[in-house]
Structures are given as C-alpha cells and as structure tokens.
C-alpha cells in the first residue's frame, strides 16, 4: 500500500483558550478548544500513523441520496421536479471512484439506482445512467423516513470505504412512522454513516428535520423554494467530497477528582455532545465529531475540578483527537491541547472572563433563547415568547451575528437591539419562522 506524503494529508491542530485563574475555592474550569484539519488531498484517507496516512483500497467514499417521493412531492409540481433536478445536479458532483446510490422515499424505501442492494461507482456512465433513472421518479404515497435511512446505511455498510455519507431531502412530516421507530433508526445508524438534511417548502416538521442532522452529525437547512435546491444539493455533495478523515473523536482525559460538566461544539453550530461519551479507559471518554475535510470547529469543554488553596495549579483536561480502526484500536492524531486551573487571590485575574469562552457561552444562549421563544409563541405565550426573542435580538447584536439578527427581524419589531426591546409582528411568514428556527443554532466565529 503506498503511503502519501506529508504534506498531501490532513493534518489537525488543538488550540485551547481560556482563563486558567481561579480564585481561592473555585472548582468550574472553562475553555474553549478549536480544533482545525488542512492540507488535505487524499479522500478518505486511513489513519496509519499519528502524521502518515495511506489510502483506502479501492474507492474512498460513499455516498447515498435519499429523495422525498411522497405524494404531498407534486404540491406544486415544481417541488419533484426541483428534486430530480437538485439529485441530478448532486450526481454531477459526486468523484469519480465513488460508490453512491439514489434512493427513493415514501412509506417505504425503494432504489432508484443503481439497485440490486448495491452501490454504483461513479464515472461518466454511470453518473449519467443515474440522471436517466431519475427522470422516472413520480411522487404518491406516504412518509416513513426512517425506512430510507435503513436501505440508506444498509447500502453505504456494503462498500469498504472511510467516508460513508447520507443527504435526506424531505417536504412533509413523518406520518407513517412511530417517533419512536425514527429514533431507534437514528440509534442504529449513528456512527455509521453522517446525513446532511433538507426541509423542501414549509409543510415539514423542524425539529424532525434539525433531529435527523443532529444525531447523524450532519448539517439541516430549510430550502423554502424548489428553485434552489439545485445549488444547495451541490453545496452538500462537493462538502461531502472534500472530507478526508472520517469518524474523528475528540478524547478528554481528566484526573481524579475531576468531573466533565459537559462539552458541547459551538461553531459552525451548536451541538451537545455531553451525552454521546463512549468511554475510552480510565478517566478518558470519546466524544463524536464526524468527518473531517478542511475545516475548523470549536468545542466548548467546562470541567469540575477539586477545590484548591491559593498558589496550587492543576491540569485540568488534556484533549486529543482520535479515530477508530478497524481493529477495534484507535490511532491518535499526534495534536492534543491541556486545559489548566491555577488558583490565585488576584481578584482581577480570577474573574476575568475569557473572550473565548464569553462569546460561545453567548452563542449556545442565543441558539437556546430562539427555540423557547419559538415555543412560546406557538402556543400563544405573547409575553413569554416577547422576552426570549427580546433577549435573542440582544445576544445576537452583542456577538455580531448578522445573519441570525436579520432573521429575527422576521419575526419581531425590533426596538432597541442593545436592550433587548421588540414587539412580536403580528403576521409572519411561515417560511421566514421556520428558517429561524432551522438555522437558531448557527453561530459565528470569535475574532482570536
């Protein structure tokens, strides 16, 4: 097996920032960790060595594309007609070498191409012989996304690749299935395979949507008019084709006494992990990232440590970032960052708060914020509603993040940002309330 030079692989970094001062007695330690993968040019590369990678044999990369084909699809006509075309254009996108498929979505799963339980190898034919496919897709019958996702993983497990990937595009709620039966499939295929998700319209449900993304570690959007599903189904496909490393985990060892409070991504997007820990030996534990082309993300870890007097210093957490093989070992990825906690009576110094820190704990608020004040207005809480999207319109104009400031807009007058200070609009578009409350957990970058 060859072996690719250093600088044609990914290489990752862990940055930590924080304020490492506690006072006499403090126990909660803070830090933000940014973690950022370049100089990638192999996809689906296997880890080998903490800097040496060596490719897959065969192709790197599968990808599999689930299209809503449910009656409420020809509601207008242009909704099947923007799938085929979206699915299409993903097609055009996916490498040559990768295997995919297409699978059709109703109450049930069928494979639209290539079929036979199996994947395509994508080349000029058969990029074209899965355009051809496409054009017979009609829509009728019902909703059972978890049945997609099943033929979906299913189908990505049969290929001996790094980087198994899903895109969901649906237009209705999932009327033909348990809540409970969708959780069980996301139970079983998390880890498996990540799956980008995409609302058609506005006739779906969010928080099934946002679910799905969520739990499969990919990203949910809102596309409100058919006639842009074709650029975003491309966006996805060419983010799919540039991920390098697949099932990364960042790994947080912490020594006795210690307690992880929780660690949760902020950027691109809120995301809590706390839950998802696998243990990793004694006082280390796992937490899922996905897959990894060129990229940054910043992860938010807040730890519990044992009181201490004045002049005592600790390492609080020491962070690494691993991947499974398929072994049953992990191969470290040779970058690690250490969260510390020195206890000071410099007042000053103790209760400074890291700008780090400070902006993101902002950021999982103002995402937090959106969705009660959502909540309260569906159920008619004016008041209730007022006050969360008052402090949203707040938090957003104090970290700078524009496009969520504009979406609120939407939904509310704005009166005074600085306070606060908004009145619920009295008619809002449906479109306009669900892409705020699709895209409430995106953040922006501190400036370091």
Known sequence: ???????????????????????????????????????????????????????????????AIMVDCSGSMDYPPTKMRGAREATAAAVDAVRDGVHFAVIGGTHV???????????????????????????????????AIGTWLRLAERLLSSADVAIRHGIVLTDGRNEHEE??????TLDHC??????????????????????????????????????????????????????EVADVALRLWTPVGTTVKFVKQVAPTVEELTSRRTEAGPRAGDYPTGSWGDESRDYHVCVEVPSAGVGQEMLAARVSLVVPQADGSVQNLGAQGLVKAVWTDDMAASTSINPQVAHYTGQAELAQVIQQGLDLRKVGDIDGATAKLGRAVQLASVSGNADTAKLLAKVV????????????????????????????????????
Not at 179 to 184: C, D, G, Q, R
Not at 426 to 445: F, G, H, N, P, Y
């Open 190 to 243: 998390a880890g498996r395979f990540t799956c980008d998700a995409r609302g058609v319209g506005t006739d779906w449900e969010v928080k099934e949507v946002t679910g799905i993304a969520s739990a499969l570690l990919g990203s949910a959007d809102i596309v409100a008019d058919p006639a842009g599903l074709s650029a975003d189904f491309t966006a996805m496909m060419e983010t799919a084709m540039g991920k």
């Open 109 to 143: 799963a069928k494979e639209v191409y290539p079929g036979g339980g199996r994947l395509a190898v994508a080349d000029a034919t058969t990029r074209e012989q899965a355009k051809q496919a496409l054009r017979k897709l009609s829509a009728g019958g019902g909703t």
């Open 179 to 184: 809540p409970e039966a969708l959780k069980a």
């Open 413 to 448: 007058d704005v009166v005074d940002a600085t306070t606060g200070t908004v009145r619920l609009k009295a008619k809002v578009a449906e479109a306009d309330e669900m892409t705020l409350e699709t895209r409430s957990t995106k953040t922006v970058r501190v400036k370091k």
């Open 1 to 63: 097996m060859a072996n690719f030079s250093k600088s044609n692989v990914p290489q990752f970094a862990v940055d930590v920032y924080q304020n490492e001062y506690l006072s006499e007695g403090g126990r909660e330690v803070n830090a933000i960790v940014t973690v950022t993968s370049t100089g990638g040019g192999t996809i689906g590369a296997a880890v080998t060595s903490p800097h040496l990678y060596s490719p897959v044999q065969g192709p790197s990369a599968a990808v």
